[in-house]
């Protein structure tokens, strides 16, 4: 069973760059999330999305952008990334939102130099 | 806003020990609580929730948790910890209000085993 499945797993990144993130989750799952970890910090919400079409911003989403084109899929972009996102970054996936369990990808870690 | 609080953010336990990590949460009506576990290199995994009913809810891996909304908080207790629990802990809080999709997380308490 894949779940939530996040690519790729590791990146190295130069200040300035840019890359995208996909999340992929195979349960049909309305609703999706990007979440950054920081040590000390436990997880803060980037951007999430309660259904094909739609995202909304969460706690951080400063210097990032996010698309779901597919119900299936979530992707997100840094168009100029920073050595201050420099993190742990963890998809997650929720059949519905009040009482839905989160399901979470094993995160994809970004270094920016 | 929504907050949670983990006061302990490090924890040391030794194996066969009890186990009780602290939650508190900001005052709202009608919370939703949750606990995960992450692993080295992991993502996280549901542990245990609470929605309504019963204030003392069981889990996975023989976890317990007791809503105390006197006391705004949702501890977390094991009564006999194994090594394989070595790992960090999170609670998380969501309010059941419309439109409030975001689930906010504490900021983790790292739990250590000892022989």
């Known amino acids: 069973n894949a779940g939530v499945t996040q690519t790729p797993k590791f990146r190295v990144l130069k200040t300035g760059q840019s890359m995208t993130l996909l999340c992929a989750q195979d349960?049909?799952?309305?609703?999706m999330y990007w979440y950054r970890q920081d040590p000390g910090m436990g997880l803060r919400l980037i951007h999430y999305s309660v259904g094909e079409g739609t995202t909304a911003k969460g706690e951080v989403p400063d210097g990032y952008n996010v698309s779901r084109l597919k119900k299936q899929n979530f992707l997100l972009g840094l168009e100029s990334a920073a050595p201050s996102q420099t993190s742990v970054y963890f998809c997650a996936s929720s059949r519905t939102s009040g009482t839905g369990e989160l399901f979470f990808g094993e995160g994809s870690r970004l270094t920016v130099l | 806003a929504q907050s949670v609080t983990q006061p302990d953010i490090h924890i040391t336990v030794s194996e066969g020990a009890s186990l009780e990590l602290r939650c508190n949460y900001s005052y709202g009506a009608t919370p939703y609580l949750f606990w995960y576990v992450q692993s080295p290199g992991q993502g996280l995994q549901l542990l245990l929730k609470?929605?309504?009913?019963?204030?003392l809810v069981q889990g996975i891996k023989g976890f317990e948790a007791e809503f105390k909304r006197s006391q705004s908080s949702f501890n977390l207790r094991k009564p006999s910890v194994h090594w394989s629990d070595a790992a960090e802990y999170f609670c998380a809080v969501k309010y059941a209000n419309f439109g409030n999709e975001k689930l906010t997380f504490g900021t983790g308490t790292r739990l250590t085993i000892i022989p």
């Open positions: 349960m049909n799952h309305e609703y």
């Open positions: 609470y929605f309504s009913g019963d204030t």
